[in-house]
């Protein structure tokens, strides 16, 4: 499995062949049926570095996150994490696990607790996993707040009382706490207002940069990928269609749907934005109970041949430093 690890050191998670598939049970008169939700993914994420998860809604991203945090388990393949596997981890072993792991949730608000205190809520992991840090968990507390632009005379309110942004970074507090050297964002700026989504981007970033946190960072939006990631992984269908470092992928992406992906983002640049060249993606996004056989992307993709409908791409590097999924990868112009 082609992952383009960015750095020769061993990498801090490495995800190889992860499926997910979540069983429905028999039709009256069919066989065994299943959403193929994550379909044979595999990433790797080195120590300090961001990896981002884009593609469209139910593409997968977030089931990923979720195994990778083992709050769902895999249907097959592996999750390596520091060197061990965790992929079965349960117990005494997967509860300390999660002081090394931690996420950062969509909505800031559904993921508090609306009858705690902000203090509350971040004190919780303390609590949970027994520790008492020095000088005492309140103060730990209070020093969380402050590292995240809370003001810490708000400890005793509730979430109802923080505007969203401020929610999220209560979230981010909680995150914070056991220390972790892995968080999982799962489109944590996906429900802000866009100044507010700078601020917050802005905020991963310090911490990143200030304690060393590696990020798997799951997001629909591309200029906020494109500011936050070293590396990018494309998902289409349960599965990584492109993957590489985020200057060369954003430059020349190799995939066609990559392509769509980019030359949909809207541009602040008018000029640029007329003269671009868009590629259009036809039809609805299959289902992932029923995926298309060959390249699964076959059926919206504009470049498909006969070879697509019966053979199943393989991630590999491409000429433009890029992996995809594509098999004419390299006899396709590139559009940018």
């Given at each position: 499995?082609?992952?383009?690890?960015?750095?020769?050191?061993?990498?801090?998670?490495?995800?190889?062949?992860?499926?997910?598939?979540?069983?429905?049970?028999?039709?009256?008169?069919?066989?065994?049926?299943?959403?193929?939700?994550?379909d044979g993914v595999g990433f790797s994420i080195g120590r300090g570095e961001t990896l981002s998860l884009v593609g469209e809604s139910?593409?997968?991203?977030?089931?990923?996150?979720?195994?990778?945090?083992?709050?769902?388990?895999?249907s097959s393949g592996s999750i390596v994490f520091e060197g061990d596997d965790i992929t079965s981890l349960d117990g005494a072993a997967l509860r300390a696990l999660r002081r090394d792991i931690q996420m950062v949730f969509q909505d800031p608000y559904s993921s508090l607790?609306?009858?705690?205190?902000?203090?509350?809520?971040?004190?919780?992991?303390?609590?949970?996993?027994?520790?008492?840090?020095?000088?005492?968990?309140?103060?730990?507390?209070?020093?969380?707040?402050?590292?995240?632009?809370?003001?810490?005379?708000?400890?005793?309110?509730?979430?109802?009382?923080?505007s969203g942004g401020q929610r999220q970074r209560i979230g981010i507090a909680r995150a914070l706490a056991l220390n972790p050297k892995l968080i999982i964002c799962d489109e944590p700026v996906s429900a802000l207002?866009?100044?507010?989504?700078?601020?917050?981007?802005?905020?991963?970033?310090?911490?990143?940069?200030?304690?060393?946190?590696?990020?798997?960072?799951?997001?629909?939006?591309?200029?906020?990928v494109r500011h936050i990631s070293q590396r990018v992984a494309v998902m289409y269908l349960g599965r990584i269609v492109?993957?590489?470092?985020?200057?060369?992928?954003?430059?020349?992406?190799?995939?066609?749907?990559?392509?769509?992906?980019?030359?949909?983002?809207?541009?602040?640049?008018?000029?640029?934005?007329?003269?671009?060249?868009?590629?259009?993606?036809?039809?609805?996004?299959?289902?992932?109970?029923?995926?298309?056989?060959g390249c699964t992307f076959h059926t919206r993709c504009p470049f498909a041949a006969d070879r697509c409908r019966s053979e199943a791409p393989v991630l590999r590097v491409t000429e433009g430093g890029t992996a995809a999924a594509c098999h004419f990868a390299e006899v396709r112009p590139v559009i940018a």
């Open positions: 499995m082609t992952t383009l690890s960015a750095s020769a050191a061993p990498a801090l998670l490495t995800v190889d062949n992860l499926s997910k598939h979540f069983p429905l049970g028999k039709s009256l008169f069919g066989p065994e049926r299943s959403v193929r939700a994550v139910g593409c997968g991203k977030s089931t990923t996150g979720r195994i990778v945090a083992r709050l769902l388990t895999a607790n609306p009858r705690q205190t902000v203090g509350d809520i971040i004190e919780a992991p303390f609590s949970i996993q027994g520790i008492e840090p020095p000088g005492g968990r309140r103060k730990a507390v209070l020093d969380l707040m402050a590292r995240v632009g809370l003001n810490p005379e708000h400890v005793y309110r509730y979430p109802r009382e923080f207002d866009v100044s507010v989504q700078a601020q917050v981007i802005n905020l991963l970033q310090d911490l990143q940069r200030d304690l060393g946190l590696s990020y798997l960072f799951i997001a629909h939006d591309l200029s906020v492109e993957i590489g470092d985020a200057e060369t992928l954003y430059a020349s992406p190799s995939h066609p749907y990559t392509q769509a992906l980019m030359t949909s983002a809207p541009v602040p640049d008018p000029d640029r934005a007329a003269a671009r060249q868009r590629v259009a993606l036809k039809g609805e996004l299959p289902s992932p109970m029923n995926p298309p056989s």
